[in-house]
Each structure stands twice: as structure tokens, then as C-alpha cells.
């Protein structure tokens, strides 16, 4: 999925779309060189930190531009994040839970990117700069 999404917006999304995947991308790399495999109990602090940086980075992103597929990437990422603070109060009952949101939360990040790309970005369908692929109300 994260090919996929990579070859998308590098053919079809701005600049703005390329820093979003380039900072997914880099935390999809990063997250299994941090990941602690010793026990599935244990706190997975170094991923919780890259998963904190793309929030931040994301949500930088949300507050600058007038996008809205940064706030529904933003706002997945930050499940992911909080799903990290849960499981350090009660590892062993979430554990399961744990990992499943927290590996399916990317790939909703990665939809929302797409979309954006598909509706916010007129060089995907060849219009005219500031015309909007779908009629999106946007205040």
C-alpha cells in the first residue's frame, strides 16, 4: 500500500502531497529499526516517538495549508498515538488490541493521502490551478 500511494502522489500529487508521503514513508521505514521485539509486552516507546513525530508533522501541515487530508491523516495518526499511551496503562490486557490498531492505523494515514490527492490536487485530472477535482464544500 505504501508503494502504491508513493507512485500516486509522486506522479499526480504538489509538493505539498510529496512532503506528506516523504514523512510517511520515513516513519513506515523508521518504525521496524525501533521496534522492540524482546517481549509483546513490552512498552514500544520507540516506535510511540515516531508515531509523535509524524502527528507533529502532520498536524503542521494541517494548521498551514487549507487541505483537508492532513486533518483526516492527522487525526488517524493521533489514534495511533493514543493507542500508545492506553497500552502503557495496562499492557497485558491490551496488547492484542495494541497492535492491531496500531498497524491498521497506517493504512487508513495512507487512504487519506490518496483521497487527497484524488480530490484536492488538479494536476490528477489536468484542470485549471485552484479548480477542485469533486465539488467538496469547503468553508
Known amino acids: 500500500m505504501l508503494a502504491v500511494t508513493l507512485i500516486i502522489v509522486v506522479r499526480r500529487g504538489q509538493p505539498l502531497e ?8 520515513l516513519a513506515f521505514l523508521l518504525t521496524p529499526l525501533v521496534e522492540r521485539r524482546d517481549s509483546w509486552y513490552a512498552p514500544q516507546l520507540g516506535i510511540m516517538a515516531v508515531d509523535v513525530a509524524l502527528l507533529a508533522g502532520l498536524t503542521v501541515i494541517a494548521f498551514r495549508y487549507d487541505r483537508s487530508w492532513p486533518i ?6 493521533s489514534i495511533a498515538v493514543m493507542t500508545h499511551l492506553v497500552f502503557l496503562i495496562n499492557p497485558p490486557l491490551l496488547y492484542r488490541a495494541f497492535y492491531y490498531v496500531n498497524f491498521s492505523i497506517g493504512y487508513f494515514v495512507l487512504g487519506a493521502l490518496i483521497g487527497g490527492v484524488l480530490i484536492e ?15 467538496v464544500p469547503w468553508p
Not at 19 to 25: E, F, H, L, R
Open 18 to 25: 510529496k512532503a506528506g508521503i516523504a514523512m510517511i514513508a
Open 72 to 77: 483526516c491523516a492527522a487525526g488517524f495518526q
Open 121 to 135: 490536487c488538479p494536476s490528477a485530472f489536468h484542470l485549471r490551478r485552484g479548480q477542485r477535482a469533486l465539488s
